[in-house]
Every structure is written in structure tokens, then in C-alpha cells.
């Protein structure tokens, strides 16, 4: 070896058996892993992809087509080698790779056989495929070279087209791996899986999607619908100031929103706002690297924990690709952390969004009024004694205190009555189904008959009024008291209908 000499040197090169099986390690799931092949497409200027997901058991199989610029065949095999570009080079703005190993790694975490044909304009269709089990027994980088009629001639579909590039997995032994194709639980399995690589997808390349003419992605030939994870149109989201910053002299651009509360959306948006993971989950930053969404929903490990009351609270920030290593953005793109020097913004952006979706969440836009209305509107009283909560019924609600005053020789019945009620409220019940399902609990006469919300808003008109208040005041009270503040437009016509009878 002559180790002993200055300047000498062994040549160690890695074993391929080993290291190939060790690159199927990084950490992606299936939807990771797809994403990171949409990123070569988008990167190729393709224009639509189709994704088929085809269950046949163990030889289940999914490809991936674009009709972007394709490859030469010299160009297919180093983008083939493992690390085929360096991470510390200067790349093309609207680069979505980095380290070069996004194709071989999200692969090879999903399938044991990777196939890759692709044509540029005027070039030969050229075909290469890994197989880590080849790998495995040669033990050497063997990539081999496939003919068109490869795949159930999956490839040989290049031959009509000007360019474009077909990625096929094979033996994907995570996925399915000695699956019977007769197996009815592990086919729907499989289609679950695809359901959530749409799910994933939708979020991730939104932006691409909902530029007309930019990009369409087709899965199992179904037009893939984007995800706007800001609900930017709906009247009732928040849009906070947006601030720029500079990082070595190139912006950044944080956008805060706060989404509506719960009561602003029929079911059917509701559920499909929360998107994948639900609205707990979705919560935080949005980290987008040229229109690709890196982080969707995270704190960034700036001290903030995502809770039910702060799940409207979403935040969009803009980085270009030069800020890859500064941000900490790994190979699955799926983590970023801020450079030190913003984080103190990044936390103050925080804290005022989380303060307004807070105030949006418990108090449904109404906090003003609740600070402002009075002890009588609110059928219920919060109160501590000694360090503990308890809660009483308001005496003084107009229709409670109405009962109250006409029950005559039942008042000690009604007053044992409200003594009960207010001694057995299931307070752990019902801490603990807002904790475990904070989006099922149900609002004060929410899918309820109008005219149930009418009658009782009737009764507490006539109580008020009984006491001498004019019908201004009362339809002032009307309007912040609850449940009615959840319901302006049927007050409203309430209100109308009373100044007839006055």
C-alpha cells in the first residue's frame, strides 16, 4: 500500500451490493417518492404526465410518462449515476433538484427494479434499468441496457412521440410484495396508496397546476385537481401584511393567512380544506422552492406547538433554489429550517397569525362583542375560585331570569333544577372530545329547523321587552348574544318581521 509515503493514496471504492441496498434508506414514502420523479418532469418542461398505477400482485407496476424534452443517450446514463450532479454547483434558477440522487433514491425506496426509457428530438429511443438484485449478484454497477420492446412494450410508445420520458417500477416489494393479484385487501391497500399519492400531489405542485397551460397531471388517466392550501378566494380567509426579506442579497417573501372558521364552510369544503392529514396537521409554514412546496405545515422548530385553536393559522414563504444549504433542505424535500438570522421574524410572523386564528377559532370573529356586549348576553358564566374553573348559569339572561321571576311555587324546583345542571357539566367529557375531534363538536342549533332558533329568539324578544327595554336595544342585544351571533341573516329577518308588530 506504501501507506507510509506522503501524497499516496488507496483507492476504496464502495461495494455496490451494499450501497445500493443502503440507498433505499432515505426516508421517502410512496408519495416522496413520486414527487421527486415530478420534479425531473417539471424540470424537463414537460407539459402533461400520466401516472398509472396497474395492480397485478407482486407484479404490480407503476410508470410515470412526460412529454418533456427528453435525453440522449449519453444524457439517460449519467442521469442514472447515482449522484449524477454535485450539489455545490451553480444550477439553473428554476432547477428543482439538488444532490442528483432524487431519481435513483425515491426508486429505489419503492421497487427493486428501475427502467428509465427516454428520446430527445432527432435521437434514438435510449433504455436503462437498475436492477439491485443483478446489482446484488455481479457485484459490480452493472446498468443495463433494455430494447424498446421492454415492458410489455411500454417503451416502444416513444417511437410516435417527438421527445418524452417513461419511468417504470418494477418489483416494488414495500408496496406489494408477494401480494396474490386475487387478494381483494391488498388490491384496495394499493388503491388506498394511490389515493394519497393524489392527495399528496395535489398539495405539492398546486401552483404549477393552477397556472393555465403550465402543467396537467393525469393519474390512471383522471385529471389531478390542485390544492390551495390558503383557501385565497374564499371572502371569509385573513390576508395578513406580507413582508419581504433579504438572504444574501436574494428575497424572501412570507405571506400570512388565516383561514375561516368552521361555521364559514358547508361540509364538503370544510373536509377538503383540512387537506391530507387534516387541519391539525396542516398548520404552520409553507415552504415553496420555485412554485414546489417543500414544508407544507410546520412550526419550524420555532417554539410553537400545533393545537386544535391554531389550525387556521398558514403561512406562505417563497425561497429561490440558491438558498437550498442556508434553509437545510434535504434530499426528499421535506425538511427546511430558517437561517439563524430570521428566525426571530419568523417567530414575531408567527405569534400575530396565531393570535388571529386563535380569536377566529374560539370566538368565531365575535371577540369584540364578547369583550364588549355585557354579563347578561351569555347563557353561561365562567368562573375560578381558588384556582379552579367551575360554570354557572347567568341568572340574569333575560330568559332565565324571565322563568326565574314567573315560576312562583316552582321557583325552588327551577332553581334546583339549574343547581343540577350546572353540578353535573361533563366538563372531562367534553374536554376530551374537543381534544380527540375539536372539528365534530356541535354549534348551537347547527342542522337544526330554523323556526327552533326562531321560537326560542321569539321568547327572549318578549322577555326583554317585558322589562320596559325598546325594541332598538333588544334587537342590539339580539345581534350579540348567543347562539344568535352565529346566525346575522336569520336575526335579521326576525328583527323585520317584529317591527310590524310594534
Known sequence: MNSGIPGAYDIVNPDPGALIESLRAFGYNLETAVADLIDNSI?????????????????????IVDDGHGMSEERLVNAMRPGSSNPLDTRDPSDLGRFGLGLKTASFSQCRKLTVGSKAPGDAIAIRSWDLDYVNKCGEWRLRRENPDYGNKIFSSLETRKSGTIVLWENMDRLVGGADRNDPKRRDLFYEHVDAVKSHLAMVFH??????NALQIFINNRPLEPWDPFMKNHPATQHLPEEPFSHVEQKIIVRPYVLPHRSKLDDKTFERAGGPGGWNVRQGFYIYRNNRLIVAG??????????????????????PNSMDDDWKIDVRKSVA????HLRDDFKRIARLTIERAT?????RGKIVERQTAGDFVFPWNTNVRNG?????????HPLVGAVLENSGDDKKKTEAMLRLIEETVPVPTIILNSTDNPDRLHRPFENRPSEELLAVMEEIWISMISTGMNAAEVGKRLTSMEPFCDYPEQVSEFLESMEGEL
Do not use: M, Q
Open 43 to 63: 424540470a424537463a418542461g414537460t407539459r402533461n404526465i400520466h401516472l398509472d398505477f396497474t395492480w397485478k400482485g407482486a407484479e404490480s407496476t407503476i410508470s
Open 207 to 212: 401552483r404549477f397546476l393552477e397556472t393555465r
Open 359 to 363: 380569536a377566529v377559532y374560539r370566538h
Open 337 to 340: 429550517r430558517p437561517p439563524a
Open 298 to 319: 410546520d412550526w419550524l422548530a420555532l417554539g410553537f406547538r400545533k393545537e386544535a385553536h391554531t389550525k387556521l393559522a398558514r403561512i406562505l414563504v417563497d425561497i
Open 388 to 396: 379552579t374553573y367551575f360554570y354557572t348559569i347567568n341568572r340574569k
